[in-house]
């Protein structure tokens, strides 16, 4: 069994440019969460997304960021116009159907903006 | 609200030492805790998960925690330091056991492991 997969692993664009994030979960997982990590911190919760849904976006910047996991196709995580403060490492995280199940995490996507 | 504080940014110990990470963690509910390991340039592996069963959890590579809930700890332990044990730490808190809300994260303890 695949576990979580990222692409591309390493994103680079200029200020402006739009970002896409694609993240494929593990055979079976129909939860995906996405998280960023700040160099020297922690990682942030940003959305949880099911199928078609998005769960809970209380951590995702209120402009230039969204999410989709559409019925067929990877989620995608979008960032429009990138400033260098959306230089980060962005990783993507998924779990099956049933509430106590653990996140299991992606390589990540580590996005430099120049 | 939720929160998770990771004593010491950065730990070092001989190999061999016991290591030693602490995890306090804040919750109005009663929580779901876990610690992960983070290789440089990789993503996070599950460690070991508290979901409200044991107090004393085992993981793997070795490591265990126990859920305090009088202290409101969930410290990381492993007898015997391997040089291959360094690496970034993370303990999270959760309100389910994980599958169904986002992870709050601590800021991360660096192990640093000395020959």
């Known amino acids: 069994n695949a576990g979580v997969m990222q692409n591309p692993r390493h994103l680079v664009r200029r200020r402006g440019q739009e970002a896409r994030l694609r993240c494929s979960p593990m055979?079976?997982?129909?939860?995906v969460y996405w998280y960023r990590q700040l160099p020297e911190e922690g990682l942030k919760f940003m959305v949880y997304l099911q199928k078609e849904n998005i769960i809970d976006e209380s951590g995702m910047p209120k402009e230039r960021f969204s999410a989709e996991f559409p019925k067929e196709g990877p989620s995608i995580l979008r960032i429009q116009q990138v400033v260098r403060g959306d230089s980060a490492a962005y990783f993507c995280?998924?779990?099956?159907?049933?509430?106590?199940?653990?996140?299991?995490f992606g390589p990540g996507t580590r996005l430099t903006v120049l | 609200a939720q929160s998770v504080t990771q004593l010491g940014s950065h730990v070092s110990v001989s190999e061999g030492a016991l290591v030693l990470l602490r995890c306090n963690y804040s919750s109005s509910v009663p929580p779901y805790l876990f610690w992960y390991v983070q290789y440089p340039n990789q993503g996070l592996q599950l460690l070991l998960k508290?979901?409200?069963?044991?107090?004393l959890v085992k993981g793997i590579n070795g490591f265990e925690a126990e859920f305090k809930k009088s202290e409101t700890s969930f410290h990381l332990t492993k007898p015997s330091a391997h040089m291959s044990d360094a690496a970034e730490y993370f303990c999270?808190?959760?309100?389910?056991?994980?599958?169904?809300?986002?992870?709050?994260f601590g800021k991360g303890t660096h192990l640093i492991i000395q020959p």
């Open positions: 995280a998924s779990s099956p159907l049933t509430v106590t199940d653990t996140q299991y």
């Open positions: 999270a808190v959760s309100r389910s056991g994980g599958g169904a809300d986002g992870l709050t």
């Open positions: 055979k079976g997982h129909s939860h």
């Open positions: 508290y979901t409200s069963a044991a107090t």
